[in-house]
C-alpha cells in the first residue's frame, strides 16, 4: 500500500541553520504530496503542499519541490528560528478524497 | 470564524469503561476525518464520514470503536470497553470537499488507567 518514510528525529539546529527533514514515498500513479506542521499542545497545520511532478510547495520560508524520479517531497529552510520547534509531517494522498497517509513525524528543536 | 474544535481535550477513563470524543467541523464543512497518534509514531486513518455517513472505515478497529456523523451536532468517536493501548491522542479534520485542504482540531488525550 501507499506509505511515507521520513527521516527520524529529533533534528536540533542553532538558529539560522540550514535545514533539511527528508521524505520519501512509495504509491501508485500520481498522489498529492503535503507537510503538516503540528507545534505543541495544537493540531496539525497544512504547511505547504504540491499536486504534480516538478511542483514546488512554498510558505513562511520553508520549500518543498516534488520529485518523482526519487520519489522524494524533502522539506527544507534557508534559516531557521526558535519558533520553528515543532514536529513536521510529510503525508500523501493518492487522489482528493482519499484519505491522507502520513509519515511518524520529525522533532525539530531549534536553539539559540 | 471558529476552527475544528474537539472535546474534551484530556479523558481520563478505567479499563472497561467508554470514551466519547466530540469532533466540531468548521462551518460549512460536511467531510470529517478522525486520526489517531500513538507516541513516536504518525497519525493512522480511522475513519472518514460525511453528514449521516460512513465513507471509508477501514482504518477502524472492528469490535469496541465505532463512529458517527449525524445530520444535527458534532460528529462522535466512540470507544467501548476501553483497554490501555487506547491511549492515544485522536484528532478530527474537517475539509469542505477532499483532503487538498484540511483543518485539524487540537485533539483529545485518552488516558486509560
Known amino acids: 500500500g501507499d506509505s511515507v518514510t521520513q527521516m527520524e528525529g529529533p533534528v536540533t539546529l542553532s538558529e539560522e541553520a540550514f535545514l533539511t527533514i527528508n521524505c520519501t514515498y512509495t504509491a501508485t500513479g500520481y498522489p498529492s504530496l503535503f507537510w503538516y506542521v503540528q507545534y505543541p499542545g495544537e493540531g496539525l497545520q497544512l504547511l505547504l503542499k504540491?499536486?504534480?511532478?516538478?511542483d514546488k510547495g512554498s510558505n513562511k520560508g520553508f520549500e518543498a519541490t516534488y520529485r518523482k524520479e526519487t520519489t522524494s517531497f524533502h522539506l527544507e529552510k534557508g534559516s531557521v528560528q526558535v519558533s520553528d520547534s515543532a514536529v513536521y509531517f510529510c503525508a500523501l494522498t493518492p487522489s482528493g478524497n482519499t484519505p491522507l497517509v502520513f509519515g511518524k513525524g520529525t522533532r525539530l528543536s531549534v536553539i539559540a | 470564524n471558529a476552527g475544528v474544535m474537539q472535546n474534551p481535550r484530556h479523558l481520563v477513563r478505567r479499563r472497561g469503561q467508554e470514551a466519547r470524543l466530540r469532533c466540531s467541523p468548521m462551518k460549512g464543512h460536511s467531510h470529517v476525518y478522525w486520526y489517531r497518534q500513538l507516541p513516536e509514531e504518525g497519525l493512522k486513518f480511522m475513519v472518514y464520514?460525511?453528514?449521516?455517513?460512513?465513507?471509508?472505515e477501514s482504518g477502524m478497529p472492528k469490535e469496541r470503536f465505532s463512529a458517527e456523523f449525524p445530520k444535527e451536532g458534532p460528529s462522535i468517536l466512540r470507544i467501548q470497553q476501553v483497554v490501555r493501548g487506547d491511549s492515544a491522542a485522536y484528532f478530527c479534520?474537517?475539509?469542505?470537499?477532499?483532503?487538498?485542504?484540511?483543518?485539524f482540531g487540537s485533539g483529545t488525550q485518552l488516558s486509560v488507567l
Open positions: 479534520a474537517s475539509s469542505r470537499q477532499g483532503v487538498e485542504k484540511l483543518f
Open positions: 504540491a499536486t504534480k511532478a516538478d
Open positions: 464520514l460525511q453528514k449521516e455517513n460512513i465513507i471509508d
